[in-house]
Nanobody, 119 residues
Framework: QVQLVESGGGLVQAGGSLRLSCAASRSISSANYMAWYRQPPGKQREWVAIMTSGRNTDYSDSVKGRFTISRDNVKNTVYLQMNSLKPEDTAVYFC?????????????WGQGTQVTVSS
């Protein structure tokens, strides 16, 4: 079992920046899927950013050019750098780290961290 602990959320003014961290309790070097999702108030959870094996990344249209996902295998941590934040980015943000190969697969989620962007 891997525990994921998210941090870095908080209250920020529009146009500001935050960096979310998702620290794993053990090595994530075998993971081939890392992602951030968010759940705005009263809405369903939505995908925000993904990094797959080979460090290929993709972003939802709503955050493309503003958010950056990265990983540090030494620190067992996945990050989400969020710049030029907008009020519509307000949500609970969740990290997801998984191995999806058919061999020794796993799929873990963090508990979520609140991001509030004021106008």
């Amino acid at each position: 079992q891997v525990q994921l602990v998210e941090s870095g959320g908080g209250l920020v003014q529009a146009g500001g920046s935050l960096r979310l961290s998702c620290a794993a309790s053990r090595s994530i070097s075998s993971a081939n899927y890392m992602a951030w999702y968010r759940q705005p108030p009263g809405k369903q959870r939505e995908w925000v950013a993904i990094m797959t094996s080979g460090r290929n990344t993709d972003y939802s249209d709503s955050v493309k050019g503003r958010f950056t996902i990265s990983r540090d295998n030494v620190k067992n941590t996945v990050y989400l750098q969020m710049n030029s934040l907008k009020p519509e980015d307000t949500a609970v943000y969740f990290c997801n780290i998984a191995r999806r190969t058919g061999i020794l697969d796993y799929d873990f989620w963090g508990q979520g961290t609140q991001v509030t962007v004021s106008s």
